[in-house]
């Protein structure tokens, strides 16, 4: 039986997109890198552990449903999830960037 072609295409592009939304993030990151520390509140770092298992949730159920590269599904799900645990706990640009989105969300009006 052979894989559709649509699953390696799809889960290829899929994760060309967030590995290179993470280098565009550490890249970022690096530049943005300002002496100092922010220490983050109860309220932003419940955004950032529901965000992680929110997502984490959806990457795996992703890789779990795709026919592409069979075999290498435990390389995928632990490359995704340190990637994602990169992410969300230690790359600060993407954090005050993720938690700005977030408050914005919850500020809107309807």
């Given at each position: 039986m052979s894989i559709p072609q649509?699953?390696?295409?799809?889960?290829s592009a899929v994760h060309l997109a967030f590995f290179g939304f993470?280098?565009?993030?550490v890249v970022h990151d690096w530049r943005w890198n300002r002496p100092g520390k922010i220490v983050r509140g109860e309220v932003s770092q419940k955004y950032l552990y529901v965000t992680?298992?929110?997502?984490?949730?959806i990457l795996m159920q992703f890789i779990q449903v795709s026919e592409a590269f069979q075999g290498h599904k435990v390389l995928f799900s632990v490359a995704d999830l340190g990637a994602l645990f990169y992410l969300i706990f230690f790359n600060g640009w993407f954090r005050n960037?993720?938690?700005g989105k977030l408050s914005a969300w919850k500020q809107r009006s309807e």
């Open positions: 649509t699953d390696c295409l799809v889960f993470i280098a565009y993030a992680y298992g929110f997502v984490s949730v960037w993720l938690i």
